[in-house]
């Protein structure tokens, strides 16, 4: 039996919807295709943007190493030297209080040394709080280093 017209209308209505399910099936793919490539663009970009913050920060991270290093012998050269100030202060003050002491006791009658030898005393002191001044900056400096 031949296929009547109607049939043969009918199966190629059939095919051709088929072919269309299937081109869009096939556009879909492709769609999917492409975001995924255009994705993975963008996601290498991010990797070259974020690769090159890393060594930045790299380089940055050995200059912080190299600072706090610097930093630490500085802190304990400084450190040495204010306290052989320290005790070379006590030292002063103490020799100084004993001369001026044994000056009253010999009735010196000249105030000049005596008042030479306080002088002495608070110059020294004006140092000494100068030198606090510094260590209370090297604690802040060390407080955002360390």
């Known amino acids: 039996?031949?296929?009547?017209?109607?049939?043969?209308?009918?199966a190629l209505n059939k095919l051709v919807r088929e072919s269309k399910t299937e081109m869009k099936s096939e556009k879909i793919k492709l769609g999917l295709v492409e975001d995924a490539?255009?994705?993975?663009?963008?996601?290498?970009?991010?990797?070259i943007s974020i690769s090159k913050k890393?060594?930045?920060?790299?380089?940055?991270?050995?200059?912080?190493?190299?600072?706090?290093?610097?930093f630490k012998k500085l802190d304990g050269e400084?450190?040495?030297q204010i306290n052989t100030f320290n005790k070379s202060w006590d030292s002063m003050e103490k020799k100084t209080k004993t001369a001026i002491k044994?000056?009253?006791?010999?009735?010196?009658?000249?105030?000049?040394?005596?008042?030479?030898?306080?002088?002495?005393?608070?110059?020294?002191?004006?140092?000494?709080?100068?030198?606090?001044?510094?260590?209370?900056?090297?604690?802040?400096?060390?407080?955002?280093?360390?």
């Open 1 to 10: 039996m031949k296929p009547t017209q109607e049939q043969i209308l009918s």
């Open 37 to 47: 490539q255009k994705l993975a663009q963008k996601n290498y970009s991010a990797y």
């Open 54 to 70: 890393a060594k930045g920060l790299s380089k940055l991270s050995d200059t912080v190493e190299k600072l706090q290093s610097t």
């Open 78 to 80: 400084l450190s040495g």
């Open 102 to 146: 044994v000056a009253k006791e010999l009735g010196v009658e000249n105030e000049g040394p005596i008042k030479a030898l306080n002088a002495n005393i608070e110059d020294a002191k004006k140092y000494w709080g100068k030198i606090k001044d510094v260590m209370d900056e090297i604690a802040y400096v060390k407080s955002r280093l360390f």
